[in-house]
């Protein structure tokens, strides 16, 4: 995959970005912000999305829970050059503000979105509708929108996708995916027939997933990474510590990466965002990452289902651990204790200090038997 | 949590599950039967089930989502209904959903009914209920309109929108939403209304105290550089800014308001002044 990385003044509307590494300081809001000279430019990165031959900056702007058109605005000004939305998100709004914001910046970026539809006739006709509110003709990428397995792939969709692009409204054709993407992506590989994975991939996930990005980037397929800050934007530990720039570079860094979609609300995420371009990753950086995969090693379940069947008191691991997430995680005690309490009497009345010696061994490390411990003492 | 509401936490759920099924039936309309088993969802793991876009749910403070499939001949309807933080959350998630081209209908707080899709929300909940049916342009408003009412009588909680949404002036309103993080993309406006108008745009911002208020107009006034005072509320300012136009941004008591996108900041100030005076 090529990769290069060039410098670009951004003072377009005259504006300019403050010094890279320098603490946030939103300078830009002045109209007589300082000559190009005066501010350090932003270095942006390119790489090529696979087969597409379509050149975009390794960071992109995922739209999905943006809500002010100016950061789209912006992000455009600056060089941003790929976008995504989905016909699902806001039902519609979404699509709306990203279509109005472009305007005319349009054509010169990449712009994608995605359909839910489960039959031809839907997919089409929500394509319509998707270049309708994007107020333009063509989407340069046009996904299945979270599909887990092969199976959720029927061939209709395959062809919806084919006659969009003939009828050249979708320039290229993909599959996004949250879950299963170890399976689903060897496959969409061999199948031969899409052009872009869009896949959940960052720091935290088990080296799995990598070979499964390398395979799809070996086929030609243009990789789009999401969820890359590992929840981290709405994660305050991740976000106190500085770790969200360092969780984006490492996957910008990944070669067989083309882009990144990280969600984007406001200018200073965006301004955030753009250091992680042109910037390696440090030692620093692999520091922070792996201070907080220690943190979050011990004690989240990452439902690989490797446990199932190893407790000698016959416990259901994985799901005590998510009800304990429920409480601890998400502050959902009531629901957590709720599904606690729905197993069965001999399960909630059994404690893991009654064993001399666990016999689950998590290969992410939780440590499942404290964990247990804990949701029995709050729970039961 | 103390002993005695411990002991009360099992009585409260099983009231709880009991609601669910009230509000969650197929009954409510004649002729719907439901067709597979109920589904419900966290935030643990809603993406399961809206992908990507369990994101939207999320931050606006998604608690968990309960949903049914109905049938009736061809026809499918699927209804979900998700538990907020809180009623303004619910009403929330519903503005961000809403057409805004379609006026709100006084169901619940608010809500919108469509040939094929109907939402709304009261109390904590919002709802949704999707049509699916091989005819592109079947209308299901009659039997949408059923559930909808059904569900609204078995719901518990608020039937009256955010009173901010008052405090917006009326004329030459299109639309306002609830936006969950920085309000006019500024991080230092968390959360707060969003008021769109023909021309320009109105928000309100709630600090919790008024030296919270005072913290972040002052550090919002040091981003836009010649920002000058207005007299306006308790404190202001006003700056021309890329992106923003003309912009007036101040403080009353615990309030954050202003105006964006207007020509000029003058006249940003002149609407947030009646704004302002709305303001509690």
Redesign the interface.
């Known amino acids: 995959m090529s990769s290069t990385t060039s410098r670009r003044d951004f003072l377009s ?3 300019a970005l403050p010094v890279l590494g320098a603490g946030s300081s ?8 300082p000559a190009p000279e005066a501010a350090s430019p932003i270095k942006l990165s390119y790489r090529t999305l696979g087969k597409t031959g379509l050149k975009v900056t390794t960071v992109g702007f995922g739209c ?5 058109p ?2 789209v ?2 992000a455009a000004d600056l060089g941003i050059t790929y976008f995504d939305t ?1 016909r ?7 699509e709306r503000m990203v279509g109005a914001a472009l305007g005319s910046k349009r054509k010169q970026v990449v712009l994608s979105t ?1 359909t ?1 539809a489960r039959d031809k ?1 839907g997919q089409l ?1 929500e394509l319509n509708t998707s270049l309708r509110e994007l107020n333009t003709d063509y989407v340069d990428i046009w996904y299945l ?2 599909k ?1 397995s092969p199976a959720d792939i029927h061939d209709d969709m395959i062809e919806a996708l084919q006659i969009a692009k003939q009828q050249g409204k979708a320039r290229f054709i993909g599959v ?1 995916t ?2 299963g993407q170890q399976q689903l992506l060897p496959w969409m590989a061999q199948k031969g027939v899409f052009d872009v994975v869009l896949a959940a991939f960052n720091f935290s996930m088990d080296p799995g997933m990598e070979q499964a990005i390398d395979a799809a980037a070996k086929a030609g397929m243009g990789v789009v990474a ?1 969820k890359v800050m590992a929840g981290g934007s ?1 994660n305050q530990k991740l976000a106190q510590n500085g770790a969200m720039l360092a969780a984006l570079k490492w996957v910008v860094n990944h070669p067989n990466v083309a882009t990144t979609v990280p ?1 984007i ?5 965006l301004e955030q965002n753009l250091k992680a371009m042109g910037n390696p990753l440090s030692a620093d950086d692999h520091k922070l990452l792996a201070a907080h995969l220690e943190l979050i090693q011990p004690l989240y379940c990452r439902m690989c289902g490797k446990c199932e069947g190893t407790c000698a008191q016959g416990l259901p691991v994985a799901d005590v651990l ?1 009800f304990l ?2 409480a601890d ?2 502050g ?4 957590g ?2 599904k606690f ?1 729905e197993l069965p009497a001999t399960q909630i009345a059994a404690r893991c200090s009654d064993c001399a010696e666990c016999t689950v061994k998590c290969p992410f490390g939780v440590q499942v038997s404290d964990r247990m411990a804990r949701a029995q003492e709050l729970f039961a | ?1 103390r002993a005695s509401q411990l002991a009360l ?2 009585i ?2 099983a009231a709880g599950v009991a609601h669910a099924q009230d509000y969650l039936s197929c009954q409510l309309a004649p002729g719907w039967a439901q067709s597979e088993p109920k589904r419900q969802y ?3 793991n809603l ?2 089930y ?4 369990a ?2 749910y ?2 606006y403070g998604f ?2 989502m309960d949903g049914i499939t109905c049938k009736s001949g061809a026809s499918t309807l699927a209804i979900d209904v998700s538990e907020m933080n809180d009623a303004d959350s619910a009403y929330g998630v519903f503005t ?5 081209k379609l006026p709100i209908a006084r169901i619940g707080m608010g809500g919108q009914i469509q040939p094929q ?1 109907a ?1 709304f929300a009261k109390g904590k909940y919002y709802i949704e209920i999707v049509a699916i049916d091989p005819n ?1 342009s079947g209308d299901h408003t009659a039997e949408l309109r059923a559930f909808v009412t059904g569900m609204q009588q078995h719901l518990q909680g608020r039937d009256t929108p955010p009173e901010a949404l008052a405090w917006f002036p009326q004329e030459s309103l299109a639309s306002i ?1 609830l ?9 230092q406006l968390k959360r707060g209304y ?1 008021a769109t108008y023909k021309q320009g745009q109105a928000f309100i911002v709630l600090e919790a105290s008024p030296e919270a208020a005072a913290g972040v107009l002052k550090e919002l006034r040091s ?4 920002a000058s005072t207005a007299p306006v509320g308790d404190e202001a300012f006003q ?6 136009d003309g912009i007036c941004i101040f403080r009353k008591g615990r309030y954050l308001g202003g105006y964006a996108n207007l020509p000029a900041p003058q006249e940003a100030c002149s609407q947030a002044a009646k704004l302002a005076a709305k303001l509690p």
Not at chain 1, 64 to 68: E, F, K, L, P, R
Not at chain 2, 96 to 100: F, I, K, V, Y
Not at chain 2, 223 to 226: I, T
């Open positions: 509307a005259g504006l939103m300078g830009f809001w002045s109209p007589d912000t999905m829970i943006t809500s002010d100016s950061v605005q912006r989905a699902g998100y806001q039902r519609g709004n979404n995605k839910e006739a006709a929108h979270g887990g996004s949250h879950s999401m709405r969600s609300t406001d200018m200073d995420q998510r997430t429920y995680g998400y959902q005690f009531a629901l204790r709720e309490l | 949590m936490l099992p409260l759920l966290t935030a643990d993406y399961d809206k992908d990507g876009g994101e939207g999320l931050i608690v968990r961000a959903n809403l057409d805004p899709s939402l592109p939403r936006v969950p993080e920085s309000v006019l993309g500024l991080k969003v981003h836009f550089d010649g700056a021309k800014a890329p992106y923003m």
